[in-house]
Every structure is written in structure tokens, then in C-alpha cells.
């Protein structure tokens, strides 16, 4: 999964002359260079087999703040039929007008946080392969930096959409106990925004029954804000990864957990039987409803 000698890549030539921290420097290098592991590359190849309708993409824009490299993240409206009041990456199911993922990406950063699509501070770094939502969608994350901070201060959350944008150090996804070492502010323990005992990270294990009986592990990183977890959770750990060749302080899988490219293959492969509906997924399973998938949970 990780680059060999990834230091030796160029970026993007509108970035060649930006200054940066050297960290951030290469920690977007390696995320332009990544190449895909061979399950992430047969998924890739495949997206185009699955349904338009059934796609969405996600924006990770990334910016640098005091030399620390940080992602947008947003807490959706609490008056969302889906994942009310949970943390989320700008992005949205794909519309037929969209051309590609990218164009998804940004058109919905702009619907949600009043993101330019067509400012010059913005650089296409990559594309990541799809993930696989909750809803059987494939999700794309396009990989953006922004190259001036204060354009991040401008953005504005969309009414009925967003009710808080907020951002958080990408590498402490890996170890969430870089918030005390840059001294980041915390959402007060106790909180709505974070109930649980742990100080900085909580997991539990439970099924992803719609999924062929899957093992999921969520986790749960305490921010600013609302908490980072599920598919979000997930997606930042795979782009913190490469950004920074390393693994998580915390045992990333459940027991015979499958990894991401795998479900959505998956995904891929069951095209033919019908997706669940929510009252299905809610009731086939005893207890399902306290905490059955990745993304439902919002309370706890």
C-alpha cells in the first residue's frame, strides 16, 4: 500500500512553487503518487460497471495552519433524514450532470459549504479508491488542497445542510493523542459531541449484517466538534496512511474484518440483488437498531 521512496516524486506543478511545511510537502506527494494495492486497483477498474446512481464522492480538502496539514469536515444538519448531527466530508451521490467524481466532490462542497469549484487556490492531488457507504453506494474521495488558509474561514455552512464546519489534523486520525501535543481544542466530555467514557478514542465492535454478516470495528475520534467516525473514520485513516506511511496506534480491524476494497468488490458482485430498504435493515436483526452498521449510530 505505502510508496517507495515517495520523497523522490514531484508534485503537481500549480504547487511546485506554494510554500509549505516540509511535512505537508511530502505528505501530498506520496498521497499523488499512491499506488493502489492490486484489490484497490481491480476496484478502480470495475467502478464503471456499477450504477451511476448508486456513486457519490466525498471532498477531503486539505490545508496547512501553523505548519500542521488539517481536512474540512462538517457536521450535517440535525434535521437530515440520514446521519443527522454526525461528522461528514463535503460530498454527496453523484447527479447526471456530473462529468467524474471530482466534479461531484466539488459541486457538493459548494452546495454545502460555499467552496469556489473554480478558485486558483485549489490543487487536485488524487483520487482514493471507493469506499462502500452503509446504503450499498461506492464513494470516491478526492483528495484536494487548498493553498490558502484563509479561503477555509470563508466557507459558510449551507442552510438545512451543514450546521458546523470545523477541521482537524489529519495525522491525528492515526493517534488521536496528537490533539493534546498540538494543543487542539475538545468538544466538552460528557457532551452530545462526546458521551462517551474514553478520553480521546472509543471503538466497539458490532455486524454490518446487509454485508454478508460482516465484522465492523467503529471508531471514534474526539474533536472540536462532533466526533469523527464510520465511513468518514475510515476514509481519513486510509488518506492519513499514505500521507504518512504509518499505521494507527489502535488495532484497526475487528477479527475477521474485511478490508474496504473487499466490500465494495463485493458491492459490485451482488449488483443483481436488491439493496435493503431502512425498515429492513433496522428489523432484521435483534438490537439492530441500537447499533448495526457503520454510519446509523448517532446517538452514541
Known sequence: MLLQSSENFALPQTLLHVEMHDDTRTALRRLYHYEPMPEERTLIDLKSSYPKAKTAAVLLLLFEKQGVLRVVLTTRSKTLRTHPGQTALPGGKSEPMDQDSVSTALREAYEECGLDPSSSSLHLISQLPPFLSQWKLLVTPVVVFIDNAACVDDLKP??????????????AVLDPSLVLTLNEPLSEKGSEDWPYVEELYATSDTTWTQMRGSAYR??????????????????LTLAAQIAYEKGTTY????????????????????????LPTMDQVVHSTPGIGAMASREQESSR
Not at 159 to 164: I, M, N, P, Y
Not at 252 to 272: F, V
Open 218 to 235: 467503529m471508531h471514534r475520534v474526539r474533536t472540536c466538534a462532533s466526533p469523527i467516525k464510520g465511513l468518514t473514520m475510515d476514509i
Open 251 to 274: 488495532t484497526r480491524y475487528a477479527p475477521n474484518q474485511p478490508i474496504p476494497s473487499q466490500l465494495a468488490l463485493w458491492a459490485i458482485e451482488d449488483l443483481d440483488n436488491p
Open 158 to 171: 449551507g442552510v438545512g445542510e451543514v450546521d458546523r464546519i470545523f477541521s482537524h489534523p489529519l495525522e
